[in-house]
């Protein structure tokens, strides 16, 4: 193969791996947590309504500065048309003479203007809905977090779900084995004569429902696989691998210091005190309804006959209009009143909110703080019977080989060891759950 053609297959071959390795990339937590902040639909949610927030504060800030316009008048008046002669005295010849005479037809009229406008009081709701939309602001600010914090603790149950399912199949895994292993153990003591038919088919037996178990277990990962790929925004049916490491985390404080942190730090509990000083706002800013209102319009206008005039803003051809207007509110067919009652109701709402958002983030940091405490213990209980069940198993198959046992006491202990192994797993992802549900109750990432 010549140079050249080595150097064009390479230029080939080489994108097609690095794509391929691409596909493969093997995803840990972090990447899943990153990918999911990135894809979640109610995250994008969140944050295209903080923006539309972001932009009423600057509508609410600009209802203090005067607005502008300009404007361009074409006046185009047509009358009756008429000519004809009249009889009239000549001063210069002094005599009567006959006048041709013209009216009506076409005139015309252009004029420019700038017209300012500005309002001086409100009745204060101006202010008020400045602080509001600010604290609308931030309500929706943290609402954004409240939201990444919530799929970041779903991600993580997804993913401590998908790996307790790959725990699971190899412990299914291993049950195959050793039901196989028992299968053939029984198969030559029969052969021999040192066992009976019945323990071949009970050792058959149990090695199929061991198999089944095992399908069951490898469609469990499947789906748990298929869940988190869906929850972070990957293709379902893509290649993409999770990594089975992960950093365990503890909790050693407190259940006040973690209700202490809590209150100060939970985005959700955050946001709804804001929402709570958005809604006082909008009371006082409805109350400035029943205050009266100052305006004041400046205006400056050019008017000519001709339009190529007109352009030149001749001071001759301009006049100033200054206007001030106050509005003395005396009846509103009770708009007034029905805006009033709205705002106290949503002032109400935004009280109950705010309270039960506070007495939720209490409920969920003891639940979760009392449920590490229950899966701390659960995980020694586990460990203990795992211990003890191995134990078991490898006393009753010496008892089985030398004939001291049958395989009925050789399968119970079998079923007890793969289920201490499985309470085991239980146990451990039960504790990661349980400080993964303090963290997000407690408003740490």
Same mark, same amino acid.
């Given at each position: ?254 259940? $006040?210091?973690?209700? *202490? ?7 959700? =509990?955050?946001?709804?005190? /804001? +929402? !709570?000083? &958005? @809604? ?101 209980? $586990?460990?203990?019977? *795992? ?7 490898? =006393?009753?198959?010496?008892? /089985? +080989? !030398?004939? &001291? @046992? ?40």
């Amino acid at each position: 193969m010549s140079p050249l053609y080595r150097k064009i297959l390479i230029l080939l071959i080489v994108p097609f791996l690095i794509c391929s390795t691409g596909f493969a990339k093997v995803l840990t937590l972090d990447d899943c947590i990153e990918l999911a902040l990135k894809n979640n639909q109610d995250v994008i949610r969140a944050r295209g309504n903080a923006r539309i927030a972001g932009g009423n504060v600057w509508q609410a800030f600009g209802a203090f500065l005067p607005s502008l316009d300009a404007s361009a008048t074409l006046t185009e008046t047509r009358t009756h048309q008429d000519s004809g002669y009249i009889v009239g005295y000549d001063p210069i010849n002094d005599t009567l003479s006959v006048f041709p005479y013209q009216s009506g037809g076409v005139s015309k009229s252009y004029s420019l203007s700038a017209t300012g406008r500005m309002n001086l009081f409100n009745g204060g709701s101006k202010i008020f809905n400045y602080f509001g939309a600010r604290a609308d602001k931030k309500y929706y600010d943290y609402a954004v977090k409240a939201s990444e914090d919530n799929i970041i603790y779903g991600v993580k149950l997804s993913y401590f779900a998908y790996l307790k399912a790959i725990e699971k199949q190899k412990i299914s895994e291993k049950a195959v084995k050793r039901g196989e292993e028992q299968f053939k153990l029984a198969d030559s003591k029969y052969k021999v004569g040192s066992a009976s038919r019945s323990d071949v088919l009970k050792a058959t037996v149990q090695y199929g429902n061991d198999k089944l178990d095992l399908i069951a277990a490898q469609n469990v990962v499947k789906v748990a696989h298929a869940d988190l790929a869906y929850l972070i925004g990957v293709d379902v049916d893509s290649d993409v691998e999770f990594s089975s490491e992960y950093e365990t985390r503890k909790y050693d404080g407190t259940e $006040a210091d973690a209700m *202490k942190f809590g209150l100060a730090n939970h985005p959700g =509990l955050i946001s709804y005190e /804001y +929402n !709570l000083k &958005a @809604a006082k706002y909008d009371v006082k800013s409805t109350f400035g309804q029943y205050l009266p209102s100052l305006d004041i319009d400046v205006s400056h206008t050019w008017t000519n006959p001709s339009w190529s005039e007109v352009k030149k803003f001749k001071v001759e051809d301009g006049y100033w209009n200054i206007r001030t207007i106050l509005s003395i509110p005396i009846f509103e067919n009770f708009s007034r009143k029905r805006d009033m009652s709205r705002a106290k109701a949503t002032l109400n709402t935004a009280r109950a909110d705010y309270y039960y958002a506070k007495n939720k983030v209490l409920h969920d940091i003891r639940e979760s703080h009392l449920d590490i405490a229950r899966a701390d213990e659960a995980l020694k209980v $586990a460990r203990e019977n *795992k211990a003890a069940a191995t134990e078991d198993m490898t =006393l009753v198959q010496e008892r /089985y +080989n !030398l004939g &001291a @046992a049958t395989i009925l006491e050789v399968l119970d202990a079998q079923v007890s060891l793969i289920t201490a192994e499985n309470y085991e797993i239980e146990a451990e992802f039960d504790y990661n759950l349980a400080v993964a549900k303090l963290e997000n109750a407690m408003g740490v990432r």
